[in-house]
């Protein structure tokens, strides 16, 4: 996993969320206020552009200019929770990048949104779709897993976690106020994160399949 | 939907342009608003922001009496950390800064980085969360910040400008809040003009009751109904609350969409309802104040007010959104 991967994988993430805003908008409109498929639009696209105009030199700057750009350019909930976790993901990445190290990485992130967020597992919101990544992530590693087969349990496991928000009552950020009445749909930031995870399983099937030839 | 605009992309910029160059006294920089008159020395900055979309809270709030610069964020969307960090900076005049946050999760978090990173200039905030619509509290990110941020923004402003020290507005900025409850009712949904389509679907016969200021559904949809009912509806969640005595200060908001006649209908309501449980409305405010694009509603917003509080309600204000005695 070199400098080039990251860069993919954020391009990549950025080419998901594009085209899927309209749906994670509607997942937004449902229980908070629609502008969540947006807001994530215009931050990847940033942070692509910030990629090419500051080509990282490690892939820990790729992680730390990704989330500083998010921060200073979503603005919401989702930029400060997001733009946090790839920050503390840099902080926490060694050079060369192991697949441990990248799941240890990876679980400093998912501490940062849950230490800024107050949220816990079960309260409908990204964490449900991070915290099962990293634990698949973690459990890949203890395995001995390829990164491929790692990443693609941590997708799966983001993906389940997401739709697993669908039957829970919100208790944090803007969907809490609907009480019961957010029950029934899918939280949008769990539906983002596990577009940026199905993206890092996309990344390392390219990777494998360069291997390959 | 039909929207007076340019692009969707555009509307915010464009907004603040159009405000810069009707109100001379107002200077619009970086996505910052701020009063063309800049920081006099000694005073308490007032600092406040939010999502674009709930004009004029907060940009036409700026001005003598009341906030020293606001930060706009998109449609709907909390302003990042740099647009805050501008605004402290630039109105700090030696005496600290008070950041007026609403309770919602994405202005909590952006103001909350500013203020750290913001460690050159003393800065207290001040939560704004002044909703009942929001039960259960315990369990979720508290109430929501709605019209008593106006409340706020006016009676610490005042303060503020008598060059009281950041502690003492603070404090009062506080205890509006704490004396404040609001409850909102909406009619119809309202469009962003990103999404292009109402945020929900509410047929002709029935209204949201306890609504926020985004577009978000409120607690519970219930058939439509009178002035009347529907006055009484919100006045009992706030009574409920926080039980009405004394003097009071009540703000009648528009949503955006409603006519001031109808503005007016409820205010009659809601000050029956108000003498009807043995207190009195002493101030008193109707019209488009915190709003939410183009939804029709209403929300009522009541503050026990006390001699202090009052006074601080009578100074003068001068601002593109709220002007007396000047």
Known sequence: MDIGFFVTWFKDAAEQIRLRRDHLTELDAAIGDADHGVNLDRGFT?????????????????????????????GGASGPLYGSAFRAMGKALQDPVTLPGFAAAFEAGVVAVQRLGKAAPGDKTMIDALAPASRALTAATQEGLTPYEAFHRAAVAAEEGSRATIP???????????????VGHEDPGAASSALILGALAGVAVKEATKEVD | MKKLINTAQSVVDEALSGMAAAHPSLRVHERV??????????????VSGGGSGHEPLHAGFVGYGMLDAACPGEVFT??????????????DGGAGVLHIVKNYTGDVLNFEMAAELCDDVEVASVLVDDDVAVEDSLY???????GATLFVEKIAGALAEQGAPLAEVAR??????????????ALTSCTTPAAGKPTFDLPEGEVELGIGIHGEPGRRRAAMASAHELATV??????????????????????????????????AEVEAFVRGKGARVTRSLVGNYVTSLDMQGFSVTVCRLDDELTRLWDAPVDTPGLRWGR
Request: aromatic residues 4%; positive net charge; contains cysteine.
């Open chain 1, 46 to 74: 940033e942070v692509c552009k910030a990629l090419e105009d500051w080509p990282p030199t490690a892939p820990a700057q790729a992680l730390l200019t990704a989330g500083t750009t998010l921060i200073r350019r979503v």
């Open chain 1, 168 to 182: 829970m009552r919100a208790r944090k950020g803007r969907a809490s106020y609907l009480g019961e009445r957010s």
């Open chain 2, 33 to 46: 608003v701020y009063r063309a008159s800049g920081p006099r020395a000694g005073k308490v900055g007032l």
């Open chain 2, 78 to 91: 909390s302003p990042v950390p740099d647009q805050i960090i501008e605004a402290t900076r630039a109105v």
């Open chain 2, 140 to 146: 979720t990110a508290g109430r929501r910040g709605t």
């Open chain 2, 172 to 185: 009062v900025a506080a205890e509006v809040d704490e004396r404040s409850r609001s409850f909102g009712i």
């Open chain 2, 234 to 267: 919100a006045m009992e969640a706030i009574h409920g609350d926080l039980p009405l005595a004394g003097d009071l200060l009540v703000m009648v908001n528009g949503m955006g969409g409603t006519p001031l006649m109808e503005l007016y209908v409820t205010f």
